[in-house]
T-cell receptor, first 108, second 112 residues
Framework: GQQVMQIPQYQHVQEGEDFTTYCNSSTTLSNIQWYKQRPGGHPVFLIQLVKSGEVKKQKRLTFQFGEAKKNSSLHITATQTTDVGTYFCAANDYKLSFGAGTTVTVRA | ETGVTQSPTHLIKTRGQQVTLRCSSQSGHNTVSWYQQALGQGPQFIFQYYREEENGRGNFPPRFSGLQFPNYSSELNVNALELDDSALYLC???????????FGPGTRLTVL
């Protein structure tokens, strides 16, 4: 099955700063999905990217799918305490193959 | 809220016992997928049910089995529990096999 790797594993961010988390695959992906899991919670769907080079924005979150459809990124601007959690990318070919996630903590 | 519900919320079992976890899918969804999430890791795919048939299976032994009912709700059964089975078990429903999956709150299983 498809495998995705995420970096960094942990991201400690000062409130108000920006950060980016990356998702990489050795194979071409049909699509990539992003989920957010709050501490003690369950994964919540954020977005799906399908097209090569696709860029989608949700308020302060910007998602990008690479031209070769082998990588994706999530960029968050002006980080807030509500951004705390673990962000997962997942390849979807009927089953979701999740990366290990990037766990984000925010310093106020 | 996704409309996907799971029961029970928490469960404590001992090694060798059997457990059944339940999931009600979101209205209009005919596909249910089950995932195991160990502490600090991403969810791992167990299997998927589509219209009451198993549609695919991850790298889990046969003691992990499931069912889907005519109303598209689903059960995950685990026999001969092992300590490593301690995890958060998530079900996710979707409108179709490859459609976006929406997760329930999960069942936290502890095996002692």
């Amino acid at each position: 099955g498809q495998q995705v790797m995420q970096i960094p594993q942990y991201q400690h961010v000062q409130e108000g700063e920006d950060f980016t988390t990356y998702c990489n695959s050795s194979t071409t992906l049909s699509n990539i999905q992003w989920y957010k899991q709050r501490p003690g919670g369950h994964p919540v769907f954020l977005i799906q990217l399908v097209k090569s080079g696709e860029v989608k924005k949700q308020k302060r979150l910007t998602f990008q799918f690479g031209e070769a459809k082998k990588n994706s990124s999530l960029h968050i601007t002006a980080t807030q305490t509500t951004d705390v959690g673990t962000y997962f990318c997942a390849a979807n070919d009927y089953k979701l193959s999740f990366g290990a996630g990037t766990t984000v903590t925010v310093r106020a | 809220e996704t409309g996907v519900t799971q029961s029970p919320t928490h469960l404590i079992k001992t090694r060798g016992q059997q457990v059944t976890l339940r999931c009600s899918s979101q209205s209009g969804h005919n596909t249910v997928s089950w995932y195991q999430q160990a502490l600090g890791q991403g969810p791992q795919f167990i299997f998927q049910y589509y219209r009451e048939e198993e549609n695919g299976r991850g790298n889990f032994p046969p003691r992990f089995s499931g069912l889907q009912f005519p109303n598209y709700s689903s059960e995950l059964n685990v026999n001969a529990l092992e300590l490593d089975d301690s995890a958060l078990y998530l079900c996710a429903s979707s409108r179709a096999r490859t459609d976006t999956q929406y997760f329930g709150p999960g069942t936290r299983l502890t095996v002692l």
